[in-house]
């Protein structure tokens, strides 16, 4: 058992605000996702084919259930933005369970799937739910639109203290719209996360802090 002097360096290694560590880790040691997700991080259909890419949509919908409106106001609080959501505990008390914050699928506007069903994969402009901060663009990707705007994460989903400790926690998203891609070409799209404390560039893991998949749409017109 740690002595009381070890207490602050306790506290810093399950969050160390300084470094933005969670339990020793950065956010590129905890990995990267997608969705939807195709065969080997590919995503390709056919724009009129409506059996090309309605699994990808079904994927999504059943992705952002839990991020409906409705859900996240029934069990998550409204914080603010742009600052920490600190919860320590109180000496010998454990403040548990922690709250969490509201990520509303509204939020994700043209990617939500409440205004547009089909995520734009019916007009060839598909979003991409991505947990990142910023994607990069490649040569055939044209114009690209994030949502929440800027494709950022805001300061008030972390720290993150663990499932058990809020367990109604919702994993901040990022919505990519690809709104004129260049149609029967492979798209290949490399997204990382852009902070001064994530290394993207570690030839020990070439996966950390990124995420790459392959787009195609097809067209017949």
């Known amino acids: 058992m740690a002595n009381d002097g070890n207490k602050s360096g306790w506290k810093e290694f399950i969050w160390n605000p300084r470094t933005r560590e969670f339990c020793g880790r950065t956010a590129s040691s905890w990995g990267m996702m997608i969705r939807p997700t195709g065969d080997e991080l590919e995503i390709t259909y056919t724009k009129e084919n409506t059996e090309s890419w309605e699994t990808y949509v079904q994927a999504l919908n059943n992705f952002l259930s839990p991020y409906n409106d409705s859900v996240q106001e029934q069990n998550n609080v409204n914080c603010t933005q742009d600052q920490y959501f600190i919860q320590e505990d109180s000496n010998s008390v454990k403040n548990v369970p922690k709250q969490s914050c509201q990520f509303k699928r509204s939020m994700l506007d043209q990617c939500s799937g409440l205004n547009d069903r089909f995520y734009g994969y019916s007009e060839g402009q598909p979003c991409i739910i991505i947990k990142l901060n910023r994607g990069d663009d490649s040569e055939n990707m044209g114009n690209v639109t994030y949502f929440p705007p800027n494709g950022t994460f805001n300061l008030m989903y972390f720290p993150y203290y663990g499932k058990k400790a809020q367990v109604n926690y919702s994993q901040p998203l990022v919505a990519v719209k690809f709104t004129n891609l260049t149609p029967n070409s492979d798209v290949n799209v490399e997204c ?12 020990r893991d070439k ?8 787009l195609r749409i097809n067209t017949n017109k």
């Open 207 to 214: 996966f950390a802090g990124r995420v790459s998949f392959k």
């Open 192 to 203: 990382k996360i852009i902070a001064s404390n994530i290394q993207t560039n570690n030839d």
